[in-house]
């Protein structure tokens, strides 16, 4: 059941804070409950839903002026702010009504015309439909209990059976001009109700007061949740541990391959695998449901029309194989079939699913990178039980074929997408051990901003947790002993439970042992090969080993030293095992080249971190006779070398498509350890 979490005390602070004009105040609480409606998922996710609240305002003349506050594209009602609620003058809009048609470029012209902002984004495809309703509140959502109502195919006998005469029914029609006055004609016949119920699409609610227009959304809500005996939210998001999914790095490399160029990244997947997801998959009718669509207009964006069906038999190269291209066919199929009917000629869009049914395992998101796959995750996971629950009773029947293909192909549902370009590393996971420490978080933060999604490894949960704070909340981490047997495989096993796969292993962590040689113990020399090298070895053999699965190359970058080619006094346990991992990244190199895996290694000299520690550059220079800065300044461009610049070298060498076995000094100019 959904909770009431509107508080009035909260509800007064978001009032002043938002200023002492009584129509500021008011956008102030709309945002507030619009918030409350965005973090409950069984509400709505993903840009789905939107709100809007009627004020007035003076304009510039000093007129009264009749405002309509509506979400814009682009912004989540989870994350809402005033700017993402623009303000269009209302009266031009209401006079649309009387226009017998209206496409959808003249609607968005005219509605960017009347915005108060001229730098505001795009109002809502569905702003009409709330400027003609008459209430001073309105509130859209896409509500689990209310998916599964409206799909039902006695969707009209049911709501009356639920609600009586307090809602409205409104047929299928297609966001924009033609269903906002299908809805207030239908409304203004019964202007009593409390809502409106959109068939196959969702649910309005409204009301003199946000609180009121909110409660209703929960009231409503939790009416037709009774009704179909649904007394838990929808399990989202959960991921739990699990076995044999080393397929996935061969999904994600097959998708790439018969739906992208060689150059293009591979899929990020996400992963759900609670119990009901796993339950849904003993039902006999599971073929049927498979084929029938999306419960909402909005999903098909995320999800394309239908996901793609692994059995247990087919998680395999042959197996995943077929089923790729069966989908691939069956899309480009669909899209022949619906183009002709379509008024304007349409490019197809790629036809790689975007998101599976995975028999005994889960179900996937598949994305550009993880957020979008996460999305597609979260809709995934609503829309089995929108399916199970709605075909126990009575039947799950969304959109027909011409439907989906008008709303999966509307030029203003396609815009929320966004098309922009890129980052360059997009679509690339990335693991980095010692990512904790000094070098390896600054390299995760420079991948982070260009776009990879990234594991962190290192030893201290903490330290992670810490880390993990100053990346994205898609990236993830795994604390573990890398010099223990296993770790290597258990670090590339989470990469594929999380993201599906690896594209990037920067090989990083390390430390340094002293001592001269004569004196050195061999336990500690050997102690510091386990870290300095066999640990090198091991994450390398088992990312190569994923990397050869997905068949689509990848890269492995080392971060070796320049103790490997210049050695200095008493570090010898340090730079010998530095050494033979130089000798390890140029022998993969070989190695490798033939799977397009590049292996490439950095040396860096003099970088502030848990090697170079403040008591240790002490020490340094003040056994050379100089300051600090001096010592650390102590290069051909006398210049500190920071850790961040450690990781634009990483970055830099990631990007060279064309170089394999070859190391990049970061070091600010050192002759003699110049390579030769």
Not at 353 to 364: F, Q, R, S
Not at 389 to 412: A, H, I, Q
């Amino acid at each position: 059941m959904i909770k009431d979490l509107y508080k009035n005390k909260e509800a007064k602070k978001w009032r002043e804070n938002h200023g002492v004009l009584e129509c500021d105040q008011d956008l102030g609480e709309r945002v507030y409950t619009s918030r409350l409606i965005g973090w409950n998922p069984d509400l709505v996710m993903h840009g789905g839903g939107n709100t809007s609240v009627k004020v007035n305002r003076k304009n510039i003349f000093g007129e009264i002026e009749r405002v309509l506050h509506v979400k814009g594209s682009g912004w989540d009602l989870d994350t809402l702010q005033a700017p993402g609620l623009p303000g269009v003058r209302l009266d031009p809009l209401c006079k649309l009504r009387n226009l017998s048609k209206l496409s959808d470029e003249e609607m968005v012209n005219i509605q960017r015309n009347n915005l108060l902002d001229s730098t505001s984004p795009n109002p809502s495809v569905e702003t009409l439909l709330h400027a003609f309703l008459p209430h001073k509140f309105v509130d859209h959502t896409h509500a689990t209990p209310f998916l599964i109502l409206a799909n039902l195919p006695n969707a009209r006998e049911v709501c009356k059976e639920i609600f009586g005469e307090k809602l409205a029914i409104v047929p299928y029609i297609m966001p924009g001009f033609a269903l906002a006055k299908k809805a207030a004609e239908i409304y203004e016949k019964k202007p009593d109700v409390e809502g409106l119920l959109l068939l196959n699409h969702g649910h309005f609610a409204f009301g003199d007061t946000a609180k009121q227009s909110y409660q209703k959304i929960v009231e409503h809500t939790n009416q037709v949740a009774k009704y179909f005996k649904l007394k838990q939210p929808t399990s989202i998001g959960e991921r739990n541990k699990t076995k044999n999914i080393h397929f996935l790095p061969i999904l994600r490399g097959i998708i790439a391959n018969y739906n992208g160029s060689k150059e293009e990244p591979m899929p990020i997947f996400d992963l759900r695998n609670n119990k009901n997801v796993l339950n849904f998959f003993k039902r006999k009718d599971i073929n049927i449901l498979e084929k029938r669509g999306m419960a909402s207009p909005d999903h098909v964006l995320r999800t394309k029309g239908k996901p793609i069906y692994l059995s247990k038999s087919e998680l395999n190269f042959n197996g995943i194989s077929k089923k790729v291209i069966a989908f691939k066919n069956s899309y480009e199929k669909y899209f022949d079939r619906q183009v002709k009917k379509a008024i304007e000629p349409k490019t197809i869009l790629k036809a790689d699913p975007k998101h599976a049914w995975i028999e005994n395992l889960g179900i996937l998101g598949i994305g550009i990178n993880a957020k979008s796959a996460a999305a597609a995750a979260d809709l995934a996971e609503q829309n089995l039980r929108v399916r199970a629950v709605g075909e126990d009773f009575g039947g799950f029947y969304p959109l027909k074929e011409k439907d989906m293909f008008d709303c999966e192909y509307w030029s203003l549902e396609q815009a929320k997408l966004g098309k922009g370009i890129a980052p360059i590393f997009q679509g690339n996971v990335l693991v980095i051990t010692g990512g904790a420490g000094t070098i390896g978080l600054a390299t995760a933060k420079e991948f982070s901003k260009l776009g990879a999604n990234i594991l962190l490894v290192d030893q201290d949960p903490k330290a992670l947790e810490n880390a993990l704070k100053q990346l994205t909340k898609f990236d993830r981490s795994f604390a573990c002993d890398i010099t223990k047997n296993g770790s290597a495989e258990k670090v590339m096993h989470n990469a594929i439970l999380n993201f599906g796969g690896i594209d990037i292993l920067i090989s990083n962590a390390g430390n340094a042992t002293s001592g001269l040689m004569l004196e050195l113990d061999d336990k500690k020399l050997r102690k510091a090969f386990e870290l300095n090298f066999f640990a090198h070895k091991s994450f390398a053999v088992e990312a190569a080993k994923i990397m050869k699965l997905q068949k689509r190359g990848g890269q492995i970058l080392f971060n070796i030293s320049k103790q490997a080619i210049n050695p200095g006094s008493k570090m010898g346990a340090y730079g010998l095992p530095k050494a033979t991992t130089m000798f390890l990244m140029r022998q993969l190199a070989l190695e490798l080249g033939n799977d397009k895996i590049r292996v490439n290694g950095i040396n860096a000299d003099r970088v502030r971190s848990g090697l170079l520690t403040d008591n240790f550059i002490k020490e340094r220079s003040k056994s050379r006779g100089i300051s600090e800065q001096v010592y650390m300044e102590g290069n051909l461009l006398q210049q500190e070398v920071e850790a961040k610049h450690v990781g634009q070298g990483f970055t830099a060498l990631a990007q060279m498509k064309r170089t394999t076995g070859h190391i990049l000094t970061v070091d600010g100019g050192n002759t003699a350890a110049e390579l030769r």
